[in-house]
């Protein structure tokens, strides 16, 4: 299983950008989802997910920014990002996630990320 995100691109410091991940509603309907942002030389970090029950969690660097949905119809987990700033810069990634007791961990094989790059 692998979950594709799209939806990247260029914009400008305080634009925004609205990010799909698809994959499958047997997938989103019993696992946790979250979406992941690697920047340039650093590790890969989980800044947004969402319960299979409807909760959300946001990293501190993305709170009140981003906001993470489901659209049950599409099969979709979408990632709204507003007042992008130019160290939202990375590659996002989405994957179900699990947690392990200490730490939430992705579920599958990473798929292929989609690039957002804020300029200042």
């Given at each position: 299983?692998?979950?594709q995100a799209s939806g990247g691109g260029l914009v400008q410091a305080g634009g925004s950008l609205r990010l799909s991940c698809a994959g499958s509603r047997s997938i989103f309907s019993i696992n946790n989802v979250g979406w992941y942002r690697q920047a340039p030389g650093k590790q890969r970090d989980l800044v947004a997910r969402h319960s299979s029950a409807g909760s959300t969690n946001y990293?501190?660097?993305?709170?009140?920014r981003f906001t993470?949905?489901?659209d049950n119809a599409k099969n979709t987990v979408c990632l709204q990002m507003t007042s992008l700033k130019p160290e939202d810069t990375?590659?996002?990634?989405?994957n179900c996630v699990i947690y392990d007791g200490a730490?939430?961990?992705a579920l599958y094989p990473w798929g292929?990320?989609?690039?957002?790059t804020v300029s200042s």
């Open positions: 299983v692998q979950l990293a501190d660097s993305v709170k009140g993470i949905s489901r990375g590659v996002y990634y989405c730490y939430w961990r292929q990320g989609t690039l957002v």
